[in-house]
């Protein structure tokens, strides 16, 4: 029931395929995103990704601004998770500069990039129930993720585009209620993660849907360059977080989830279960946060030494990574980005042969991509 | 049951005194010309209600939806809790432009919204509101109704042809796929409460549930297949997909604007109100209310059609959406079965009753 048909001359004599442009305007391909699909009948038999169509040319403006401007840019790459990325954009100029970050600072961010990660994830959770039919849980991922947003707001004004680390450090000291907020956040999120399973992880037709759908195995995983909980939900057990750890992250204790078939379910429970792991995180670091400076002590004209540098961090996507050259001056000679939602989308075209429509959908929504993160 | 309260009786009355003053009037053809009057009253009553119903039940669901989805739903409009905002989307949907795609067939898409329409009007007229409150108390009261309910798909398929668009068509496919599968449990999980009753009348159906609802029997069975073929045949949420808003825009009416569209989203909610109705009818009494409950026949039958609209309104909001080909392994291979089960066991009832 669950096989992948493969159709041949030989078990379909003669049919006429029709090739189905989905997107760039589709209600589920996650922005602009185009999909070339070829289908006999309702089931796929070719799929291109077509992607481009929200390419602002973030990697050549970066080379003609600073690197202080480059961190504001990096907001707009992956839009729903611009903690992470404002870390993947001060990491590179901090260690070709080797600028000793306060511990502080340091928790801060860990904090932030892990309660983004929640808030990617939540919508992920959201937006993947609207991908399956369930329009519902879109509403209380977003209930949940509003919290999150008014934490953010709390530390650095905005609720979307933070621009909060800086070289060196972030750009404000916590207020004074944000760790018993966070807290407080924390003990109302855990039950909400079971009200989620009951939502909709356990649903027997959303398990129907999932299961056994779009399977990758490890081998392919690895080989697609895949990154984050996809290549997790597949079984590799890789975490950037844990394997090549930055930042603090050694000093915290969490677990990493893995799925077991590389199904659309495996990659959605990781992420589930991520969410979970991400408070644990915080909480750690809510407890241990020590006191002192936010920022180290950097030049205010950041001119890093010439020289170049590849950093990569835990996007709650995948693996962010930044290859960074520097000519000495005060804008970055080459800033490569590979975001992890350009990598993970490329298999698209291998994976969606032979299944329906409908789990185009499900495959697509199960990857998590942000079209920002894609076109750059 | 009181008089007073039925509608029904005020109905009978007030028709036979005017077959009376026609006769004193000496209006030739007395009661041909009565019989017209009448069925035109009802006729005009009936499509004032069904209007006033498809208003109140698009409202209903804004509000089901949102009190799921923790919001509030339409508050501003009209005032109280936002109850004019179905009239302001009507107003909306009649001012929008009547757009046909350009290389539509024209003729097909401008007939598929009233094809959908006219059945689930017909549909109302077997419909027991009350007793002597029945449009036409048919023999075949039932059958009309599975009948030209069967229509519907052919719309629908009208739509997604005509439309020339490739979600529309997929759309219309898959629902030619879907109804007429579901059609055949859907027909056989009543068939159980048929052969207890031994009729396709409605009212007799009603009447034989004097001492019991059917629901508080074996015939429980049958109202669950019934609720689960009767979603898949208005196309509701699990079984949706003939619209599918995520994978197909919005399947068959993808191309449909203003009052076209209107027509495709009203048949929806009619449709809905006459499963239910069925389901009232068949299963929960109907108009026969216990004898402390002092009400209108009436408002005792739309009591019970609206919890089973809500019913369907809950499965909506909480429910995924099925793939294709599951969707025709579980009618086929699931409730095809079960329905047969299901007449086997109303079979038996029905000899242990003798």
Partial sequence: ?376 | MNAMYDLGDLWLFLTGKLGELLAWLGVPFAGVVAFVIEKSVYAGALLVFISLTALWMIWMERKVSAHMQLRYGPMWTGGWHGWSQTIADMIKLLLKEDVIPEKADRWVHRLAPIVIFVPSLIGFLVIPFEKNLIGADLDVGILLIFGFSSIAVLSIFMGGWSSNNKYSLMGGLRSAAQMVSYEIPLVLSVLGVIMTVGSLKMSEIVNAQAGGWFLFSPHLFGFILYIVAGTAEVNRTPFDIPEAESELVSGYNTEYSGLKYGFFMLSEFTNTFIISAVAATFFMGGWLAPKWLPLPGIVVFLLKTYLIVYLLMWFRWTFPRLRVDRLMDFGWKVLLPLSFLNIFIAGIWVLLKK
């Fill in chain 1, 1 to 376: 029931m669950k096989e992948n048909p493969i159709i041949t001359t030989d078990n379909c004599a003669e049919f006429e395929e029709m090739t189905l442009n989905m997107g760039p305007q589709h209600p589920s391909t996650h922005g602009v995103f185009h999909l070339l699909l070829k289908m006999n009948g309702e089931t796929i038999t070719y799929a291109r990704p077509d992607i481009g169509y929200l390419h602002r040319g973030m990697e050549k403006l970066a080379e003609k601004r600073t690197y202080q401007a480059n961190i504001a840019m990096s907001d707009r790459w992956d839009y729903i998770a611009a903690m992470s990325n404002n870390f993947a954009a001060v990491l590179g100029p901090e260690k070709l500069m080797k600028v000793q970050v306060p511990k502080r600072a340091e928790y801060i961010r860990v904090i932030m990039a892990e309660l983004n990660r929640i808030a990617s994830h939540l919508i992920f959770f959201g937006t993947y129930g609207i991908d399956i039919g369930a329009f519902t849980p879109f509403f209380y991922a977003f209930r949940d993720r509003e919290k999150i947003l008014d934490l953010f707001e709390s530390v650095s004004g905005a609720r979307l585009t933070f621009n909060y680390f800086r070289i060196g450090g972030v750009a404000q000291d916590l207020p004074a209620d944000f760790i018993a907020n966070t807290k407080e956040f924390i003990r109302f999120f855990r039950p909400k993660l079971k009200e989620y399973d009951t939502l909709l992880s356990q649903n027997v037709i959303f398990r129907d849907r999932t299961v056994g759908v779009g399977a990758v195995s490890a081998e392919e995983a690895v080989n697609w360059a895949w990154s984050g909980p996809n290549l997790r939900g597949s079984g590799v057990n890789f975490d950037i977080r844990k394997d090549d750890t930055y930042s603090v992250y050694s000093e915290f204790d969490f677990a990493v989830p893995t799925g077991a078939n590389g199904d659309c379910w495996d990659r959605y429970m990781v992420r589930m279960k991520e969410m979970y792991e991400s408070t644990v995180i915080i909480e750690q670091a809510l407890a241990k946060i020590p006191e002192g400076e936010i920022m180290a002590k950097v030049p205010r004209v950041i001119k890093p030494p010439a020289g170049e540098i590849y950093i990569r961090i835990e996007a709650p996507k995948g693996d962010l990574g930044v290859y960074l050259i520097s000519d000495g001056s005060v804008n970055p000679y080459r800033m490569k980005v590979r975001g992890p939602s350009f990598v993970n989308v490329a298999i698209l075209q291998k994976i969606l042969k032979g299944w329906k429509i409908a789990d185009v959908v499900a495959v697509l929504g199960s990857l998590d991509i942000v079209l920002g993160e894609v076109d750059r």
